[in-house]
């Protein structure tokens, strides 16, 4: 299998939890030699930056020269940046459209005439619960993700005719180094004064989420479920079904004013 984004967080929990089910294992990452993964004879780790064609194209063709064979690949790398659209810039959307949607698509491309020369196989790919609903001072964010949605959805229509799999994984809040690297992006910037005080109530209440929120293990497990059972489902909300499934099942305009007070965000 190879894994994007498998230097911290989610990617790195994946890595090992296949690692540890006996698979071999193409962790890819923009920086292999700061990755705290030990690579083993099952375990190779390879430099990819997923916004960038020619680095993708070489840690494919590595990774197929030593593993032979990649029957799974899951897009796990993932940038979320937080702030009012005003206080994001141009180049903060296209970071993350770009990660996130296009570097999904581009890695895919790179890899399905190898699973389809070898068979088939299947694709995972990261989303998050901002994929079917929103939250605040996270529009890019939400963006990307209901954009990964409908691609992995419409692929996986076409992709049935090639004996590949496409499933989606939704995970709710979970503890990794991101919302801290959020705040960090967001210290070095100046806020826009006008949303200050939408921000002093929102920001807390997201943080306190954060703060209570376990380690990404389930998300690990659930990735690989995706990456191995049969049944044919296409979503696997990881802590996240519950509010996915009012989300379904209420009015639009109930269940946004439901996020409006659990957020603060009158
Ligand atoms: N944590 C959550 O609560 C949560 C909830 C829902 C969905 N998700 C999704 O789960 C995935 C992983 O999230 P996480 O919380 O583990 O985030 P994280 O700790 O911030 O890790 C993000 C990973 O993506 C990599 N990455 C970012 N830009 C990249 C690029 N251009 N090329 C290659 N790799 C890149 C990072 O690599 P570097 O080390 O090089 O920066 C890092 O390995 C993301 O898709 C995220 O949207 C997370």
């Known amino acids: 299998m190879l894994i994007t984004g498998a230097s911290r967080g989610i990617g790195e929990a994946a890595a090992r939890y296949f690692h540890d089910a006996g698979w071999c294992v193409a962790a890819t ?9 030990a690579p083993s ?48 810039t141009e180049a903060d959307d296209r970071a993350i459209i770009s990660t996130n949607i296009l570097g999904t698509m581009q890695v895919t491309r790179a890899l399905l005439p190898h699973m389809r020369a ?50 989606l994984v939704q995970p709710g809040v979970h503890r990794t180094g991101s919302f801290a690297g959020q705040l960090s992006h967001r210290a070095n910037r100046t806020p826009h004064p006008s949303y200050a005080a939408f921000t002093n109530q929102v920001l807390p209440r997201l943080a306190a989420f954060e703060r209570a929120a376990p380690p990404p293990d389930a998300v690990a497990q659930a990735i690989y ?42």
């Open 29 to 37: 990452m923009r920086a292999p030699g700061e990755s705290q993964l």
């Open 41 to 88: 004879n099952r375990l190779n780790l390879y430099e990819m930056d997923v916004t960038c064609a020619a680095s993708i194209e070489k840690a494919i063709r590595a990774a197929i020269a030593d593993h032979g064979r990649i029957d799974v690949v899951v897009n796990n790398a993932g940038l979320c940046l937080l702030g009012a659209h005003e206080e994001l």
């Open 118 to 167: 070898t068979g088939g196989g299947r694709i995972v790919n990261v989303s998050s619960m901002c994929g079917s609903m929103t939250l605040p001072l996270y529009s890019a964010y939400c963006a990307s993700k209901w954009g990964l949605e409908g691609f992995s959805e419409a692929l996986s229509f076409e992709l049935r005719s090639q004996g590949i799999k496409v499933k």
């Open 225 to 266: 479920k995706a990456a191995t059972e049969r049944w044919p489902r296409l979503r696997y909300p990881v802590r996240s079904r519950a509010v996915l499934t009012v989300r379904r099942l209420i009015p639009s305009a109930l269940f946004i004013r439901a996020v409006r007070r659990a957020l603060s965000a009158w």
